[in-house]
């Protein structure tokens, strides 16, 4: 079983800034299939990433993913108010895994 | 657009049944592997289990706690997703999803509530 561990739990940060978010794995990621997904309340997740860094169809290029192996990294360039929101990292294959989650959070 | 709607969420008494459906529309659903997924704010997203296309096989995988317990299938004719809950206990709380597999697209619908409690 592999373990996503992501950082850090909340990001603070004002729109127009660059955010950071982490997945690391406890293994190497097969395939590198690794995807990111966007969450809102009350909302069905969406996905951005996918194959850790091919953007999905529709999602703005200020999204990227970067990383290979245990190492993971979801980039937002410049953030807009719909930004806002939990991303987690989920490895997929045979099963799927999920990390816990980051939330982007206004400052 | 693809739509995933899931429903059948509900209250139900510990050591009961439940099934919970969804209905995918937007793609061509027989072709797609399909997976359920739950959350609860203490354990954040689980893994439930899936179903490949019956050109892929149709087999089924499970996460443990759903071993034996839960049953997954697929109604092509009606592009439906099913997921047969028994024997619920109370840490089976949660909202589950109906996921699409990320080659297909990765698309989730809005969750169904159940809720497992005397």
């Known amino acids: 079983e592999t373990v996503l561990t992501q950082s850090p739990g909340t990001l603070s940060l004002s729109p127009g800034e660059r955010a950071t978010l982490s997945c690391r794995a406890s293994?190497?990621?097969?395939?590198?299939?690794l995807a990111w997904y966007q969450q809102k309340p009350g909302q069905a997740p969406r996905l951005l990433i996918y194959?850790?860094?091919s953007r999905a169809t529709g999602i703005p290029d200020r999204f990227s993913g970067s990383g290979s192996g245990a190492d993971f990294t979801l980039t937002i360039s410049r953030l807009e108010p719909e930004d806002f929101a939990v991303y987690f990292c989920?490895?997929?294959?045979?099963?799927?895994?999920f990390g816990g989650g980051t939330k982007v959070e206004i400052k | 657009e693809v739509q995933v709607v899931e429903s059948g969420g509900a209250l139900v008494e510990p050591g009961g049944s439940l099934r919970l459906s969804c209905v995918v529309s937007?793609?061509?659903?027989?072709?797609?592997?399909m997976n359920w997924v739950r959350q609860t704010p203490g354990k954040g997203l689980e893994w439930v289990g899936r179903?490949?296309?019956?050109?892929?096989?149709?087999?089924?995988d499970y996460a443990a706690p759903a071993k034996g317990r839960f049953s997954i299938s697929r109604d092509d004719s009606q592009n439906t997703l099913y997921l047969q809950m028994n024997s619920l206990k109370t840490e089976d709380t949660a909202v589950y999803y109906c996921?699409?597999?990320?080659?297909?697209?990765?698309?989730w619908g809005q969750g169904t509530l159940v809720t497992v409690s005397s």
């Open positions: 996921a699409t597999s990320v080659p297909e697209g990765g698309y």
């Open positions: 937007g793609f061509t659903f027989s072709e797609a592997g």
């Open positions: 179903i490949k296309s019956k050109r892929a096989g149709g087999t089924t």
């Open positions: 293994q190497s990621v097969s395939g590198n299939s």
């Open positions: 194959a850790a860094s």
């Open positions: 989920q490895q997929y294959g045979r099963s799927l895994f």
